[in-house]
């Protein structure tokens, strides 16, 4: 791992929050487009992006709704485009690798592993919904498989990686990492991994302090020295996971797709605003937070100018 830089990756929208939980999550490609861009002013390296129906804010995987947006964000930075194969527990992996097969981005996210993926519990905090389909979500993810098996995975990578695209691997819990080092082992993928662990999704590993150094010492034992290390922390302890995975050597992913919080009770407003406080917990530590090309550099990836974006 690349000592005394940290990655700053940021979750623009995502699948997760649905639009009645927060008017600042953005949904239209310009808000998407200037939420990105604001988070890379920030200090985001790395953008991570989903798109969503700019009627009701469905998550949508249609290409024609993401190109909007990267010509904007493009055009504007010059971060990292990370595009998500995951869309929605709900979509099929053709539909979800949709967007990555026709823009060929630097990275694309690689979920690991079939899981459950609960949601519903938050129908506990949030009664009052926009859109008729927001509840019936939540609720249907009680009785929902989000589908990542070998072959999926397999599939991905055979499309994906021979156009120079690069992967987060999220992994959700111990399994995963294993489901990778499979992977690895046969040589489907390669070093520099990078490794986004997970944390607080009900199907997956919990977020107490020891369920994050127990994906570190697993990801430590499979891969040694062949990865980068990543956290992302979903919900109200976003913040306290970026701290402890920064003073332990790791990188960080925040951003509305994680977490809509800024603190205690208090809605982040923008995701830059998410960038900043995480920032400000890295330089604290006197950690010092990459650019877009060290990122590129740390990750070995293939550079914009090689993507159709």
């Given at each position: 791992?690349?000592?005394?830089?940290?990655?700053?990756?940021?979750?623009?929208?995502?699948?997760?929050?649905?639009?009645?939980?927060?008017?600042?999550?953005?949904?239209?490609?310009?808000?998407?487009?200037?939420?990105?861009?604001?988070?890379?002013?920030?200090?985001?390296?790395?953008?991570?992006?989903?798109?969503?129906?700019?009627?009701?804010?469905?998550?949508?995987?249609?290409?024609?709704?993401?190109?909007?947006?990267?010509?904007?964000?493009?055009?504007?930075?010059?971060?990292?485009?990370?595009?998500?194969?995951?869309?929605?527990?709900?979509?099929?992996?053709?539909?979800?690798?949709?967007?990555?097969?026709?823009?060929?981005?630097?990275?694309?996210?690689?979920?690991?592993?079939?899981?459950?993926?609960?949601?519903?519990?938050?129908?506990?905090?949030?009664?009052d919904?926009?859109?008729?389909?927001?509840?019936?979500?939540?609720?249907?993810?009680?009785?929902?498989?989000?589908?990542?098996?070998?072959?999926?995975?397999?599939?991905?990578?055979?499309?994906?990686?021979?156009?120079?695209?690069?992967?987060?691997?999220?992994?959700?819990?111990?399994?995963?990492?294993?489901?990778?080092?499979?992977?690895?082992?046969?040589?489907?993928?390669?070093?520099?991994?990078f490794?986004?662990?997970?944390?607080?999704?009900?199907?997956?590993?919990?977020?107490?302090?020891?369920?994050?150094?127990?994906?570190?010492?697993?990801?430590?034992?499979?891969?040694?020295?062949?990865?980068?290390?990543?956290?992302?922390?979903?919900?109200?302890?976003?913040?306290?996971?970026?701290?402890?995975?920064?003073?332990?050597?790791?990188?960080?992913?925040?951003?509305?797709e994680?977490?809509?919080?800024?603190?205690?009770?208090?809605?982040?407003?923008?995701?830059?605003?998410?960038?900043?406080?995480?920032r400000?917990?890295?330089?604290?530590?006197?950690?010092s937070?990459?650019?877009p090309?060290?990122?590129?550099?740390?990750?070995?990836?293939?550079?914009?100018?090689?993507?159709?974006?």
């Amino acid at each position: 791992m690349a000592k005394g830089k940290v990655i700053i990756s940021c979750a623009i929208t995502g699948a997760i929050h649905t639009p009645s939980m927060s008017p600042y999550l953005p949904v239209s490609a310009q808000e998407i487009a200037e939420s990105a861009v604001g988070a890379a002013e920030a200090g985001a390296a790395i953008i991570h992006l989903h798109a969503r129906n700019p009627v009701d804010g469905r998550p949508d995987q249609d290409p024609d709704l993401f190109r909007p947006f990267l010509g904007v964000i493009k055009q504007r930075t010059d971060a990292v485009l990370n595009l998500t194969t995951g869309g929605h527990p709900s979509m099929t992996v053709q539909e979800r690798m949709r967007p990555a097969e026709t823009f060929a981005p630097e990275v694309a996210s690689l979920n690991m592993g079939t899981m459950g993926f609960g949601l519903f519990p938050m129908l506990d905090r949030y009664k009052d919904f926009k859109h008729d389909w927001e509840a019936k979500a939540l609720e249907a993810s009680r009785d929902l498989v989000f589908k990542n098996t070998y072959a999926d995975i397999e599939h991905l990578l055979s499309v994906l990686s021979p156009q120079g695209t690069r992967f987060e691997f999220e992994c959700y819990d111990t399994s995963h990492l294993y489901n990778l080092k499979y992977f690895f082992d046969r040589g489907l993928v390669k070093a520099p991994l990078f490794i986004q662990t997970c944390f607080g999704i009900l199907g997956g590993i919990g977020s107490h302090p020891d369920d994050i150094m127990h994906m570190k010492r697993t990801a430590d034992r499979l891969f040694g020295d062949h990865y980068e290390w990543s956290v992302l922390g979903a919900g109200a302890r976003q913040m306290s996971i970026v701290a402890m995975a920064a003073s332990m050597g790791g990188n960080v992913r925040v951003g509305l797709e994680d977490s809509l919080w800024a603190g205690r009770g208090r809605l982040a407003e923008t995701n830059a605003q998410q960038v900043t406080l995480a920032r400000q917990i890295i330089e604290a530590q006197g950690l010092s937070v990459a650019t877009p090309d060290e990122a590129r550099a740390i990750l070995d990836l293939k550079g914009a100018d090689r993507t159709t974006i």
